[in-house]
């Protein structure tokens, strides 16, 4: 598969469009990240291991609407992937080329994720909506580094998932929508009542509450709460597990999981 990956950069490709550049973590490798600042953070995400120029992974990921197909497609074919956002998609076809997926991931999202590892040095997952097959997701990465560190995660998703069912009351499910609201995915899933994956669900509060210690405020009361009673409910002697890991600089989270809230109503 020869894909022009390796010097795609957002800032070349989108004029009309702010670039917003960060140092992070992808699959625990060091680097840096562009993101286009017209969207929700993540959506549009092209990565580059240490300080180097050469592309290692992108993600776009829940690409619905027009404005979003536009600007993932112009992605894609700067790529010379031969896919496009809205198109459906047969997997079978995809197969051929990529052969078969080691995972496929529908435990809890609307769409289905099928992982392909097709070479040290080159990893695919293809996501379409369950209901259409349309595609919705796309991530590519082709660093060899960064493969090894997340492949062994990838082969064992959707594999005895353990489901935690947490009960809030309003207060604090009202303190957990407030930690979630930059994340519209994560906002959408607590309001439908389904199933969120941990480390996502973790990693998007610890975030949120790093922002908002930069920021000034006063976390402990806002924030550390609600973290450390979800918290104990999965690991139920350790309630600070995540808690120590606000301004740490890499996520860890060690077990796979998904947890689902219940709203508790007074009587």
């Known amino acids: 598969m020869n894909l022009k990956l390796n010097m795609l950069t957002f800032k070349e490709i989108f004029k009309h469009y702010d670039i917003y550049e960060q140092e992070t973590e992808y699959g625990g490798v060091s680097g840096q990240a562009e993101m ?28 619905e609407n027009s404005k979003e197909r536009r600007v993932g497609n ?5 790529i010379g992937i031969g896919l496009k956002f809205g198109d459906i998609i047969d997997i ?42 349309k595609l919705v997701h796309l991530e590519i990465i082709n660093d060899a580094e960064v ?12 594999k005895d998932r353990r489901i935690y ?14 930690l979630l609201r930059g994340n519209n995915t ?12 941990g480390y996502e669900l973790f990693r998007e509060i610890v975030c949120e509450l790093e922002l908002l210690k930069e ?8 924030g550390v709460p609600i973290l450390k009673y979800i918290t104990a409910q999965i690991y139920s002697k350790n ?10 600089k890499e996520f860890v989270c060690e077990e796979d999981f998904v947890v689902k809230f219940d709203l508790k109503f007074e009587t």
């Open 92 to 133: 079978k076809e995809i197969e051929k080329v990529c052969g078969s997926p080691i995972a496929i991931d529908n435990n809890f999202t609307y769409m289905c994720r099928y992982h392909y590892s097709i070479s040290p040095d080159l990893f695919i997952c293809i996501g379409v909506k369950e209901q259409n097959n």
């Open 36 to 63: 286009v600042v017209n969207f929700i953070v993540h959506k549009f995400f092209c990565f580059k291991k240490g300080n180097g120029e050469k592309t290692s992974a992108i993600s776009l990921t829940e690409i």
């Open 165 to 178: 069912h947490i009960v809030l009351d309003r207060k604090q499910y009202y303190k957990l929508e407030c």
């Open 239 to 248: 309630e600070y597990y995540f808690v120590k890991q606000i301004g740490a």
């Open 186 to 197: 994560l906002s959408k899933y607590l309001a439908e009542n389904k199933a969120i994956c």
């Open 74 to 78: 112009v992605i894609l074919k700067e």
């Open 215 to 222: 920021d000034g405020c006063d976390i402990e009361e806002y």
């Open 147 to 158: 493969i090894s560190e997340i492949i062994d995660c990838r082969r064992n998703l959707g």
